[in-house]
């Protein structure tokens, strides 16, 4: 059996069905999600300044941007809508992805974003593109092409859930429906659709961010998902694989 076998059989053998065991399980797990992910794209964000947020509501001694104290102050807030969306199982759809996209970017959009007109928890009202490629749908296509992404995974099964996430989050990035946080937005989402459907959430790790975004732009050059696949693959046995260590050595002395 694969780590990556492992950590679902383990995840799974946890059967949580709300949110308080939910967030039992992620323990310390919340708070390495929104390092990673924020740190992706923001390298000012420390895993200690995350952590004292997250446990204490509050930082001492800190010397750093402001905006960057709102992008971890608002992946806490996202993270607790992450927890009561999932005890009401409620399904992603536009009204929920805009509400992720709000709390984790709300007081953080710059001055030019906010002249143009652009609002978090609104989709982008001009042209904002990323990657090599230069990829994002027209604003004026955004709201049509997320309708149809959200059709796609409406029906999917717990044993497909893996390949739908990477699906999911590989059109979501591709068609960069906000004007910013397309990527905190998108990947939050994928653990959320993942932990709908019974796998373990997963953290993208910021030291493996040129895999990441290698597998990303393989879908958006030759839609070939499988790179992504098992980019994710790897990394939920990485985001396990202590626990997994701990499961084994249980396992051992009984």
Do not use: C
Not at 24 to 32: M, P, Q
Not at 38 to 65: A, C, M, P, Q
Not at 101 to 112: A, M, P
Not at 148 to 159: K, P
Request: net charge negative; no cysteine; hydrophobic share 35%.
């Amino acid at each position: 059996m694969t780590n990556y076998n492992k950590a679902v059989a383990l995840w799974q053998s946890r059967k949580i069905s709300n949110d308080a065991e939910l967030a039992e399980a992620l323990n310390g797990h919340s708070i390495t999600f929104a390092y990673h992910s924020g740190k992706i794209e923001n390298d000012k964000i420390t895993y200690h300044d995350v952590r004292e947020i997250f446990e204490h509501d509050g930082v001492t001694s800190y010397t750093g941007d402001l905006r960057t104290l709102f992008e971890i102050r608002n992946a806490k807030e996202a993270n607790e809508l992450f927890l009561v969306s999932f005890n009401e199982r409620r399904p992603i759809d536009e009204g929920l992805v805009k509400k992720f996209q709000f709390r984790l970017t709300r007081n953080t959009y710059d001055t030019r974003r906010y002249q143009l007109g652009e609002r978090p928890g609104e989709y982008k009202l001009h042209d904002y593109v990323t990657g090599k490629e230069e990829i994002g749908a027209a604003p004026e296509d955004v709201a049509e092409e997320i309708e149809e992404l959200l059709a796609e995974i409406q029906d999917i099964s717990d044993n497909t859930v893996l390949t739908a996430a990477a699906y999911f989050h590989a059109k979501f990035e591709n068609i960069h429906p906000f004007a910013d946080g397309n990527g905190r937005t998108g990947r939050l989402l994928m653990n959320y659709l993942l932990v709908l459907h019974n796998h373990p959430p997963i953290v993208i790790h910021e030291e493996d961010r040129r895999s990441y975004f290698e597998a990303l732009e393989t879908w958006d050059t030759a839609q070939e998902l499988m790179p992504l696949i098992n980019f994710l693959k790897e990394q939920t046995a990485k985001t396990w694989q202590k626990q997994i260590a701990r499961a084994e050595k249980k396992n051992n002395t009984v």
